[in-house]
């Protein structure tokens, strides 16, 4: 796709590959010698040595032992075009979603209301009452104490955090004598903040969109979530929602969600900026109303989660495969990536990974996401870091000795996790940095969810006499060279020369 399609073809359709075991240096050999397995062929013809990690779980039947396979492959061993493509992302043709996707943002733009209680019974199975409703009017959720606690110590820190960048916004400088330039902030009027509902609602991504619009200044918040089977909120989204000043709520997911905030409806206030993570539907619905006349822009492609883990040998077997796995676990389309030194034991990595994600209660979604993912040796902890800059995770976990030293080697990211006590979840939930943050490699050019996110910037400049005497002269000749007159004249009859 342009912004969301397919680049190469994705490692999970593509085998790479890997060169014979007798090339092998010795610093690989602690890589699992169940790894050298021949994999089957993507295609006739194709000569394909992946060397795919084996699960050694005693307790697991074969067909689990599959499901919770890693391929693994060693970089030196992979030529320019095959490294390539193991950087490309699982995804489907974006030319088909889009064909899901259009229909139902034109059908919320020509029928408002009518049309999200269509899809949501078609999708979600509730018939909706009301599409919308107010937040002031709702009553207050009754939450488990322990669940308000730590959801209210998540919006504390997210709080601090956030609070920290505004005094960051504004800008005011004197470029010349009597020339004034200043930058100056205002929130953006109306933002839709979706929090997906898919597999699993998820309450924090509801404080993460929420606080910093509210301490923005956003005066209409939409907050769009999809309904219990009863119709109701979920308590935590509404605990958040109300705690954080969010003004209404659609019941709806999905692009029937996006598209009623988008081009607004009878009860959805229309938005000026969508906020969110969702599935490639949900992308899709996004990046459509952004290039539509809806006039909306969006954060960034926020899609499938995703996180490559940095480890070396100090790295606990246990605590790599629980970051991976807290990742797989979001979604079927999912992807974790393991890159190691040639001393690391993957033996053990792979087995803590059989032996917790066989205790998930999302265990089958778990390996659907395994499926697709992969490990890479590579020869030192600086080919580490160039890797991971050409995938270009969403997050980024650095479980190495001295790990800060390594920050400044870090280009491409979205989030990252420094060090042996940091695990992705913290992130996720309650540190205060940002969980919605761009994916697909697209942290080359985004960055996550920020204050100035929620914010537009309008630049001001103020001269004195004295500053046009000093400045207009050069202004003047500038716009004589382009042949704008009207410009030249505008300053040279205030500074009464010709």
């Known amino acids: 796709m342009n912004s969301c399609g397919s680049l190469a073809a994705s490692a999970s359709s593509s085998h790479l590959a890997v060169a014979r075991a007798s090339r092998h240096a010795a610093g690989t050999s602690r890589v699992s010698s169940a790894c050298r397995l021949r994999a089957p062929s993507s295609r006739a013809g194709d000569a394909v040595r992946c060397r795919s990690q084996a699960v050694a779980e005693p307790a697991a039947d074969p067909d689990q032992i599959q499901k919770m396979s890693m391929r693994t492959y060693v970089l030196a061993e992979l030529g320019a075009e095959e490294q390539k493509a193991l950087l490309a992302r699982p995804r489907k043709d974006f030319t088909s979603i889009l064909g899901t996707v259009q229909p139902i943002v034109d059908a919320v733009s020509a029928r408002g209301d009518s049309a999200v209680r269509e899809y949501t019974a078609k999708f979600d199975g509730v018939e909706l009452e009301s599409v919308v409703v107010l937040v002031a009017d709702l009553p207050e959720p009754v939450l488990d104490p322990d669940v308000k606690e730590a959801f209210d110590l998540a919006y504390a820190n997210i709080e601090t955090f956030h609070l920290a960048q ?5 800008v005011d400088v004197e470029t010349m004598p009597g020339v004034r330039c200043r930058r100056v902030s205002r929130p953006i009027g109306a933002v839709g903040l979706y929090v997906p ?26 907050l769009a979530t999809p309904p219990r089977s009863d ?22 997911g999905g692009a029937q969600a996006v598209a009623a905030m988008g081009h607004g409806t009878e009860t959805c206030p229309k938005v000026d900026k969508i906020f969110g993570p969702g599935n490639q539907f949900v992308t899709a619905a996004k990046m459509t109303l952004q290039n539509s006349e809806a006039m909306v822009a969006i954060d960034m492609p926020a899609g499938p989660s995703e996180v490559l883990v940095i480890a070396d040998a100090g790295a606990p077997p246990a605590h790599v495969a629980a970051d991976l796995l807290s990742q797989a676990e979001h979604g079927p389309d999912s992807q974790v990536v393991l890159v190691v030194t040639p001393d690391v034991d ?7 990974i059989a032996t917790q994600a066989a205790a998930l209660p999302r265990a089958e979604i778990t390996a659907q996401a395994l499926g697709h993912s992969y490990a890479v040796v590579v020869k030192d902890i600086a080919e580490a870091c160039t890797f991971s800059n050409g995938y270009a995770p969403e997050h980024l976990i650095v479980n190495v000795e001295n790990a800060e030293a390594l920050l400044p080697e870090l280009d491409n990211a979205g989030s990252i996790f420094l060090g042996r006590w940091t695990p992705e979840s913290v992130g996720d939930y309650a540190s205060g940095t940002n969980h919605v943050l761009p994916t697909y490699g697209y942290s080359r050019m985004y960055s996550g969810v920020c204050l100035d996110s929620f914010l537009k910037y309008m630049t001001v400049q103020e001269l004195t006499k004295e500053g046009l005497q000093a400045l207009g002269p050069a202004v003047a000749r500038m716009a004589a060279v382009e042949g704008l007159e009207a410009h030249r004249r505008a300053v040279t009859l205030r500074l009464g020369i010709e």
């Open 231 to 252: 119709g109701s909120i979920v308590p935590e989204v509404l605990y958040v929602a109300k705690k954080a000043g969010v003004t209404h709520i659609l019941k709806a």
């Open 166 to 170: 505004k005094d960051l916004a504004d």
């Open 197 to 222: 509902g898919g597999t699993a609602v998820l309450p924090s991504t509801s404080l993460m969109l929420s606080v910093p619009a509210r301490i923005a200044g956003c005066k209409t918040v939409v």
């Open 346 to 352: 993957l033996d053990a990595i792979v087995a803590a």
